[in-house]
C-alpha cells in the first residue's frame, strides 16, 4: 500500500472525517486545534472528548456513530502518543469505514506509539497536521512572519531581528509578542517599536552587546554589559548572544548565492544572512577564528569552569571588541 503524502501545516489546518495534529509544539498544536474545532462548530455537532491512554474498547465507535442530538459529531482524542491496545485496534478499524458526518481529531505529541496508526492514516489520505517543534530560529521567524503576513501586517527587517532577539528563543513568548504588537501598533513594525515592548529582556540585552561588540565599539559594549550585569542579568545568555552571532558571522563568510539560498542550506532567515554578511566585511578571518575560540573558553568559564564569570564576560566582550578593530 503506497503511503501518500498528507502532512500538512497548521495554517492549513481543517476538518475531515478523521485529521491528526502531530508534534508537540504546544503553540502550533493550539493554533491547529482551534481552526479545527472552530470550522467544525459552524455544523453545530455534537462534542465528545477523551483520552486515549484511558481508553476503553467501543468508546470510539460509539461516540461517532449517528444519535437523536446531532447528526454532526465532533470527537477529540487527546494522548494518542499514550493509547492503550484497545483504543489502537478500534482507531485501526474506525478507518475502514469513518462516520462522514463526524470529524473525528487525533492529537499525537510524538514517539513510536500509534505508529502502525499514523502509517495507515497516511496510506488512507487523511490529513496529518505538523506540529513539531520549531528546532531552529529560521523557522521561529518563518512563523513570526505568516502570523504577520496573515494579519496583513509589515514588519521591516530591523524589527525582525530585534523581535527575534528579544524572544525568539521561545516560540509561545514570540507568539504572544505577536499578537501583542498586531494589537497596538499601526503602520510598519520597526526595531524602535520593539525595543519599547521588549527592549529590557535579558536576551535583548545581550544581542546589544553582541551588536556593539562585533562592531569594535568596545566602550558602548561594556557599558551595556555592565549595566545588564548590574540589574540581574547572568553572564551565560550575555556570552551565548555574542557566540551566537560570532557563529552566524562564520557561517555566511566565502559563500556566494542569494540570502534566500543560504537561508536553507545554513538554516538562518534571510534578514539574519544578510544582517551577518554585512557584519563580516569588516572582520579578519584570522581575527574572525580567535573570537570563536575565545567564545569558547569564554563558555566553560562563566559555566563553572572559572573562578569570576563576571570577570569571563566582560574579557571576552573587550576581546571581541579588539579583535573587530584588527585588520
Known amino acids: 500500500m503506497a503511503v501518500k503524502k498528507t502532512l500538512v501545516p497548521w495554517s492549513s489546518a481543517k476538518p475531515a472525517p478523521v485529521v491528526m495534529i502531530s ?23 455534537e462534542e465528545i472528548e477523551f483520552d486515549a491512554a484511558g481508553y476503553q474498547a467501543g468508546e470510539l465507535a460509539m461516540a461517532a456513530s449517528p444519535s437523536l442530538f446531532s447528526s454532526a459529531k465532533l470527537i477529540i482524542v487527546d494522548a494518542v502518543e499514550k493509547c492503550s491496545e484497545d ?16 470529524v473525528v481529531l487525533l492529537l499525537h505529541g510524538g514517539g513510536n506509539r500509534g505508529a502502525k496508526l499514523v502509517k495507515k492514516l497516511d496510506a488512507a489520505g487523511f490529513p496529518r497536521v505538523d506540529a ?12 513570526a512572519q505568516s502570523r504577520f503576513k496573515a494579519a496583513k501586517r509589515r514588519i521591516d527587517e530591523a524589527g525582525m531581528a530585534a523581535l527575534m532577539s528579544a524572544l525568539g528563543s521561545d516560540l509561545a513568548e514570540l507568539n504572544a509578542g505577536v499578537d501583542q504588537l498586531i494589537e497596538d501598533t499601526e503602520g510598519t513594525i520597526t526595531a524602535e517599536i520593539v525595543d519599547q515592548y521588549y527592549g529590557g529582556r535579558v536576551e535583548a540585552t545581550g544581542f546589544k552587546v553582541a551588536d556593539a561588540a562585533v562592531s569594535g565599539d568596545a566602550k558602548n559594549a561594556l557599558s551595556l554589559l555592565r549595566h ?25 563568510q566565502g559563500f556566494s548565492g542569494t540570502s534566500g539560498e543560504l537561508a536553507s542550506e545554513l538554516k538562518m532567515a534571510p534578514w539574519q544572512v544578510d544582517r551577518a554578511r554585512r ?15 575565545a567564545a569558547a573558553e569564554a563558555d566553560e568559564a562563566v559555566k563553572g ?15 571581541v571588541s579588539r579583535l573587530a578593530r584588527v585588520r
Open 87 to 102: 483504543f489502537l485496534n478500534d482507531a485501526l478499524a474506525y478507518l475502514d469505514e469513518p462516520n462522514d458526518d463526524a
Open 305 to 319: 569552569g572559572g573562578r569570576d564569570p563576571v570577570y569571563a564576560v566582560e574579557w571576552f566582550v573587550s576581546e
Open 132 to 143: 513539531a517543534v520549531l528546532k531552529n530560529e529560521s523557522d521561529r521567524a518563518k512563523f
Open 279 to 293: 557584519e563580516v566585511r569588516r572582520w579578519n578571518e584570522v581575527a574572525l577564528g580567535q573570537s570563536l575560540i
Open 228 to 252: 545588564a550585569l548590574s540589574t540581574g542579568s547572568d553572564p551565560v545568555p550575555l556570552v551565548a548572544a555574542v557566540a551566537m552571532k560570532l557563529r552566524g558571522m562564520a557561517k555566511v
Open 23 to 45: 508534534g508537540s509544539e504546544s503553540v502550533l498544536v493550539r493554533m491547529a486545534k482551534d481552526r479545527i474545532v472552530s470550522a467544525t462548530r459552524k455544523k453545530d455537532p
